[in-house]
């Protein structure tokens, strides 16, 4: 079955840097497009980053484009996100999510439990 | 961006009522339209694609339709784990992919 399990999530001060990896089974990770969504205390989701099943290309949020770097390792089976300039609004519990078809759909059929990410001095 | 503009924000109903949920795009996003399930807890659940396409293992309790602008997510006769936050998502004009603000379904 397929799993998705995000870690590297934690506490860290506004400006800093964090690198959450999610890692990927139950699939054949290298033919899917991957994607992080993130969802602030209390609120909706919203879409951070996207990228391709080869990593070809990647796409980002205007909110996170420029400090967030979306990529993946598909010898290791893992997608990460590197998070650098961290600002409060950043604070969110970051799910990874599945691509539903092997061409890209951009839905979002599996999801990760999510790893928080808190940003604050 | 497209904005989507889901209502009502909360909806009070009781087991085995019908439930209707909808969700408005600021300019036409065809039929390229999502819903999700979230209970609290919990990641987010694809129910529908493509405006009325069931995800793998959704109940034929729920039901989408709607093109262009004006969508709606049906639920047949609720059942007890049917209560949670439902929302919409666009992947017609991206990036970025953008979700509604989601309706609240609870218990009456």
């Known amino acids: 079955q397929v799993q998705l399990v995000e870690s590297g999530g934690g506490v860290v001060q506004p400006g800093g840097s964090l690198r959450l990896s999610c890692a990927a089974s139950?699939?054949?990770?290298?033919?899917?497009?991957m994607h992080w969504v993130r969802q602030a205390p209390g609120k909706g989701l919203e879409w951070v980053a996207f990228?391709?099943?080869?990593?070809?290309?990647?796409y980002y949020a205007d909110s996170v484009k420029g400090r967030f770097t979306i990529s993946r390792d598909n010898s290791k089976n893992t997608l990460y996100l590197q998070m650098n300039s961290l600002r409060a609004e950043d604070t969110a519990v970051y799910y990874c999510?599945?691509?539903?078809?092997?061409?890209?759909?951009?839905?979002?059929?599996?999801w990760g439990q999510g790893t928080l990410v808190t940003v604050s001095s | 961006e497209i904005v989507l503009t889901q209502s009502p924000a909360t909806l009070s109903l009781s087991p085995g009522e019908r439930a209707t949920l909808s969700c408005r795009a600021s300019?036409?996003?065809?039929?390229?339209l999502a819903w999700y399930q979230q209970k609290p807890g919990q990641a987010p659940r694809l129910l529908i694609y493509?405006?009325?396409n069931r995800a793998t293992g959704i109940p034929a309790r729920f039901s989408g339709s709607g093109s262009g602008t004006d969508f709606t997510l049906t639920i047949s006769s609720l059942e007890p784990e049917d209560f949670a936050v439902y929302y919409c998502?666009?992947?017609?004009?991206?990036?970025?992919?953008?979700f509604g603000q989601g309706t609240r379904l609870e218990i009456k």
């Open positions: 139950g699939f054949t990770f290298s033919s899917y497009g």
């Open positions: 999510a599945k691509d539903l078809v092997v061409a890209a759909s951009y839905y979002f059929d599996y």
């Open positions: 300019q036409s996003v065809s039929s390229y």
């Open positions: 493509d405006a009325s």
């Open positions: 998502q666009q992947r017609s004009n991206w990036p970025p992919f953008t």
């Open positions: 990228i391709r099943y080869d990593g070809s290309n990647k």
